[in-house]
């Protein structure tokens, strides 16, 4: 691999990208990028190929089908752990409530750990290094069963702080906090541990002693793709987590804008752009109140991803589009309204503009809380998304000059944007078998 040298990246929160005053002589490695779920957890995988690629390495990615053609328009070597169609029947499912959400979202983890767990047995050398989503524990099992070194990749919620200042438990009594881990600790068991034990039964591993949310953390690196100023570490986490900075790809790496949005946004002001989870197939809820609410402010709009139905009838302020590039579209926007996904949030903290926030699940609402405390945005459950109850707080948003300086601010942490690079840092820090 050609010799390189690096930029100074200085942040002005705790995450400093260093720069190396010498040449990398880092040896090329074999890497297996290993991601479940939808957008927000595959695409950054993706892009953080395109980085790893760029510094020698030789990448695969394995994930979710669905985003088998973006891999191959970027060239990223990809394999599927699912198919396109398990994806959309996966998402139709997950449309009937939150509860069935996370029901089924731990059926598709355990289903999936045996596909993953032979994917990486199969494509596995003695070079190989390993990233996988904290989720994706087919990846640990491989770890175990072939000794390949992984880094384990989570977001800040997966770690369960009890101690968080900046949560409710946080602030309570340590015994309380240590109860209420205890219990999220024997609820992960009883969902996962018999199954997981049946499998390493099959694959003549030992049966599990930690509790399953302590063991999916890799003792070689857990990377958190967010930087500290928005989670901190906490004395509760696992000892060796980086927390890298948000997954932002290159932005001259993203598909462009289609003709209909670059036409909408040149022919008026910055409009409110409006974007739900790729992984809802039925967003109706939301993407009717979004059609008040822009209506209600005489406001631009652009509708990404909205259901037909609604869309047939719009005045012209407002444009459908189909899915495209936050990163790229951001930048154009006068707000973000959305589902607090990381990958969405990052985009407009990046883009310096404000948000509000309609999570559904997962990690969503405590990205939404986590940006509301950083003063830059509001948010309500999907369930309570309503256009007249919306209204003044996107009002206040818009017209608060407190919350546009803040999310100067926080868009100015260049280094905090830089995670990709900063995680590919840390792989590499990792020692193949051969190289030990």
């Not at 328009?73 to 009937?96: N, Q």
Request: proline share 8%.
């Amino acid at each position: 691999m050609a010799p390189r040298m690096y930029e100074s990246i200085v942040d002005t929160g705790r995450i400093i990208v260093i720069t190396p005053t010498c040449e990398d002589t880092t040896l090329p490695m074999h890497i297996l990028l290993i991601s479940i779920g939808t957008g927000g957890d595959t695409l950054p995988f993706i892009a953080w190929g395109q980085v790893l690629q760029s510094r020698g390495h030789e990448v695969t990615v394995l994930a979710n089908g669905a985003y088998h053609k973006v891999a191959n328009e970027r060239g990223v070597p990809f394999v599927e752990l699912i198919t396109s169609a398990e994806h959309e029947r996966r998402c139709a499912v997950r449309d009937k409530s939150p509860r069935e959400w996370r029901r089924s979202s731990i059926e598709n983890m355990l289903a999936d750990v045996r596909t993953a767990y032979e994917r990486i047995g199969q494509l596995r050398r003695p070079e190989t290094v390993m990233a996988a989503s904290t989720l994706c524990m087919g990846a640990r099992l491989a770890q175990e069963q072939w000794g390949i070194p992984l880094a384990t990749v989570s977001y800040s919620q997966l770690l369960f702080s009890m101690t968080d200042p900046s949560t409710w438990i946080g602030r309570r009594s340590r015994w309380l906090q240590a109860t209420a881990k205890f219990l999220v600790y024997r609820l992960g068991d009883r969902a996962l541990k018999s199954r997981l034990n049946t499998l390493r039964q099959e694959f003549g591993l030992p049966p599990l002693v930690k509790p399953v949310l302590q063991w999916w953390h890799s003792p070689d690196g857990i990377i958190g793709f967010f930087p500290e100023w928005f989670a901190a570490p906490q004395a509760d986490w696992p000892a060796n987590v980086t927390p890298a900075g948000f997954a932002v790809s290159d932005v001259s790496t993203e598909p462009p804008l289609g003709s209909a949005v670059e036409s909408f946004l040149n022919a008026g002001p910055p409009p409110i752009v409006f974007s739900y989870s790729t992984a809802l197939n039925a967003s109706v809820p939301f993407y009717r109140e979004a059609i008040q609410i822009a209506k209600k402010l005489n406001q631009r709009a652009i509708l990404l991803s909205a259901p037909a139905e609604l869309t047939r009838d719009l005045p012209p302020n407002i444009l459908a589009a189909p899915a495209t590039s936050h990163l790229r579209l951001f930048p154009h926007a006068r707000m973000a309204v959305h589902h607090a996904g990381i990958g969405s949030t990052a985009a407009a903290l990046l883009s310096g503009i404000p948000q509000f926030h309609v999570p559904y699940s997962m990690d969503q609402p405590d990205n939404a809380k986590r940006c509301e405390k950083l003063g830059i945005s509001k948010w309500v459950k999907l369930s309570k998304f309503r256009a007249e109850r919306a209204l003044p707080q996107v009002e206040r948003l818009l017209s608060d000059p407190a919350v546009s300086q803040h999310c100067r601010d926080f868009a100015n942490r260049h280094g905090s944007y830089a995670g990709l690079e900063r995680a590919s840092e840390v792989l590499e820090r990792l020692k193949p078998a051969n190289r030990s």
